[in-house]
């Protein structure tokens, strides 16, 4: 099901399948690169809007048993709350993570759109996560400033890593801020140049599940952690 927010100065539109932001427009410009299949060798993956990261962000390693950048965009969320500019939407965990709830909520607030995650662990034990936002942002890579230095497009498809809760840049002359709400600490740059789109992911350590020397967040029984965002296009 796909439902459009709006208010005067933008929109998006959400997909229930995968609670995905198909795109995102301010004052009928694109910010978000539209979501399309991209045939990359002999596999269709999906490119462009925006997808959560839950529970976890990048390649399972500590655990073995999720998929890359989490289950949450594969999945069906159900709609609990829904205005004009706002959305919120529900997903009970799967297998390991099958006592763990998911409230995913964006919001449009003049230019900007707010995006906030609660995961509820309602299990006897803890669980392991890093979640994140992955943006897909248009930029036709001519160039792209990050804190108005220029990046090294080379380095794009291995990622570059930012720590911080905030992060701003131009890309295809949108001036762009990202600021971190609530455990916001790490940033992923990433592009694989098949399409006109960069990704500036804003994350709770990024990449940790990958590596046991990394520190994921261990949710506690009955503990609810918050991971919160504002994408906010300066007109």
Wanted: proline share 3%.
């Amino acid at each position: 099901m796909k439902i459009s927010l709006k208010n005067s100065l933008a929109s998006l539109e959400v997909n229930t399948n995968g609670a995905y932001i198909d795109n995102f427009e301010v004052k009928d410009t694109a910010v978000f690169f539209p979501k399309v299949m991209v045939k990359i060798g002999d596999v269709l993956k999906i490119r462009g809007g925006m997808h959560v990261c839950a529970p976890n962000f990048g390649v399972d390693e500590r655990l073995n048993t999720l998929p890359s950048h989490g289950f949450g965009r594969d999945l069906l969320w159900k709609i609990i709350q829904q205005q004009e500019d706002f959305v919120k939407l529900s997903l009970e965990g799967i297998e390991d993570y099958e006592d763990v709830s998911f409230i995913l909520t964006y919001r449009l607030e003049k230019s900007s759109l707010f995006l906030k995650l609660e995961i509820e662990n309602d299990s006897n034990e803890k669980k392991l996560i890093a979640p994140g936002f992955h943006p897909y942002f248009y930029s036709n890579h001519s160039p792209v400033l990050i804190e108005n230095e220029e990046i090294d497009k080379e380095a794009l498809p291995n990622s570059i890593y930012i720590d911080g809760k905030d992060q701003s840049f131009i890309s295809n002359n949108n001036d762009i801020e990202i600021i971190g709400l609530e455990n916001i600490n790490k940033y992923v740059i990433w592009s694989d140049f098949k399409g006109d789109y960069i990704c500036v992911e804003p994350t709770y350590d990024a990449n940790s599940f990958e590596d046991e020397n990394k520190n994921v967040y261990e949710l506690a029984s009955g503990e609810r952690f918050e991971i919160s965002a504002e994408i906010k296009v300066n007109i």
